[in-house]
């Protein structure tokens, strides 16, 4: 019965508290304000949210530096307010998952504060010390030409410590066995408050056991095995979904020998060459990442996104494929970002309706759970004005008012887009609603559509042949169910050809637009795809 497995078929929706929306009008959003907009979501239709860390943070990282893991930063309201979120979004039948931030904490978490103050203390392990300066301390940063180190020494303790992110993010010691308890705990509590589970930061550093110097850092993969163990016994169907960057042979350790692993994983993979193949309209290597990425087990499953709120990862290209996307979504320098991205939002990037248009329902295509980011459903810009990430993380944008309707105060946590085509005068929700042609009405219209082929989530998948370099096409067979889509990369409108005995039908529903093909004497169906165009196709028989 996997049709049974909810995540198989979710459509996710990632955003921030900070940014959505401000209930309290003091220039940072919380979840009064997202209570309030949750009947938007449940229209989009949407039906798992995807919350970026809340709880009580020095917010050096966005969120991503906690101090306390239980409970809810003073910025974003209270517990109870949190509980009344989680009422609502569960009368609507959402689901709710939190990011599980475990690889480390802020500095100015209280473990970690006792942890430098004695190599004595009952937390030292809890973090990753050296006594002497390792010989590796300037390598494996995660943010080259912002970070400078991995390890740093404390002052106070005379050593060094470990963290794969900033100076001001310490790793936690994950080997240690209070510390995987802790995290159970931390898990346990979140799951009780009522979420579907989490999107897990960081994977590979949580599993690594880091060690000074050069040696390989042993990889703990059995570790993801006791976390889902642990996560099934309180509560059946929470997932963990997450995130790691990884080569489509090492992800199979993450999901497991057995598939008792890791639910999901972001594909960072097929990400990558999807931007390529929308910079080149060479699909070659989008195929060959769909396929190296193929073989998962029947519980495990992939999560497609297109951009998310960090920068565009080209790191995974060779230089030369990289250099093509840069040229292409990110010429000038202030676009790219530690030396292997880009900092920008979908919609500059692509700069116009079709290829928006195909890219996303290249990603609702893609076997597995699509996951969108706020406000790439109204198409917002970007303010490369503003320091690292931030450039994509501007409050969302709901109507033409002051502030566009994010907040009434004088001062925000982040400007708002405030000039040019994707102002807030242009590009808001509240617009966007009411133009039958907007990309929100399109996005809205794609996940209902989405839903309605459960096949792509759930069955089996193949690459079909078009001849063509620049189109893709993919069927989909889930038990009598069968679908075909075509995509086109290229400027150029095309003819593609399918036959009825390929199709399996000598009908063939076009769902987005209710237009039926009928197979020539030939037995052949002819699809006309635009530029940059896309057509689902359905073999009626198999409603
Ligand atoms: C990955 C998150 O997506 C990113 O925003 C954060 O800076 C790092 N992990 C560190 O937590």
Redesign the pocket.
């Known amino acids: 019965m996997l049709e049974l497995l909810w995540y198989k078929n979710a459509v996710i929706y990632s955003l921030d508290l900070e940014t959505f929306r401000d209930g309290n009008g003091d220039g940072t959003g919380d979840f009064d304000g997202l209570f309030n907009k949750l009947d938007y979501l449940h229209a989009l239709g949407v039906d798992t949210i995807w919350l970026a860390p809340f709880q009580i943070t020095p917010n050096k ?2 969120g ?1 530096d906690i101090a306390d893991f239980y409970g809810v930063d003073p910025r974003h309201g209270s517990s109870g307010d949190f509980v009344n979120f989680m009422h609502k979004a569960n009368q609507l039948g959402l689901r709710v998952i939190i990011d599980l ?1 475990v ?2 904490t802020s500095d100015q978490h209280p473990w970690f504060i006792e942890s430098r103050s004695s190599k004595d203390n009952p937390k030292r392990n809890w973090y990753v010390w050296s006594d002497e300066k390792p010989s590796d301390w300037d390598e494996g940063m995660v943010f080259p030409g912002v970070q400078k180190a991995t390890w740093t020494l404390d002052k106070k303790s005379k050593s060094y410590y470990f963290h794969r ?1 900033y100076d001001f ?1 310490p790793d936690l010691n994950t080997d240690n066995p209070e510390v995987r308890e802790e995290i159970t705990r931390i898990m346990g509590y979140w799951l009780q408050l009522g979420v579907s589970g989490f999107r897990m ?2 994977v590979p550093f949580v599993l690594e056991s880091p060690a000074p110097g050069d040696q390989e850092p042993v990889m703990h993969f059995e570790y993801l095995k006791e976390m889902r163990a642990f996560l099934q016994w309180r509560k059946g169907d929470a997932v963990l979904l997450g ?1 790691a960057n990884v080569l489509p042979e090492e992800s199979k350790n993450y999901f497991g020998e057995d598939g008792e692993g890791i639910h999901l994983m972001f594909n960072f993979f097929v990400n990558q060459y999807t931007f390529y193949a929308l910079a080149t309209a060479d699909i070659k290597p989008l195929i060959e990442a769909l396929l190296a990425t193929k073989e998962i087990f029947p519980k495990s499953q992939w999560a497609y996104f297109l951009r998310n ?2 920068e565009l990862d080209l790191g995974r290209l060779t230089d030369e494929q990289r250099q093509k996307v840069f040229e292409r979504f990110g010429p000038e320098e202030q676009m790219q970002l530690y030396q292997r991205g880009i900092r920008r939002r979908l919609a500059p990037m692509l700069g116009n309706r079709q290829q928006l248009e195909l890219a996303y329902s290249l990603m609702f295509a893609l076997p597995g759970t699509p996951v969108i980011r706020y406000g790439d459903e109204i198409g917002m810009g970007d303010d490369l004005t503003l320091k690292e ?1 931030d450039a994509v993380r501007t409050p969302m944008q709901w109507t033409r008012d002051k502030n566009a309707g994010f907040s009434k105060a004088d001062k925000l946590v982040h400007p708002v887009i405030g000039e040019g085509f994707y102002s807030y005068t242009h590009t808001n929700v509240e617009a966007q609603r009411r133009d039958q042609g907007s990309l929100l009405n399109w996005t809205t219209d794609l996940i209902r559509l989405r839903k309605e082929c459960p096949e792509i989530g759930l069955g089996d998948w193949q690459i079909l042949d078009t001849r063509f370099n620049s189109i893709l096409c993919m069927s989909y067979q889930w038990k009598e169910r069968k679908l075909f889509t075509w995509h086109n990369f290229s400027e150029k409108a095309q003819e593609v050809i399918i036959t009825a005995e390929e199709a399996g039908s000598t009908r063939l529903i076009d769902v987005f637009n209710n237009i039926e093909s009928v197979a020539d004497e030939k037995g052949n169906h002819t699809i006309l795809l635009e530029a940059y165009g896309y057509r689902w196709f359905r073999a009626p028989s198999s409603v």
């Open positions: 990282d966005n991503y931030v690889n480390h992110f993010m930061d960081a995130e709120h960090d990430r």
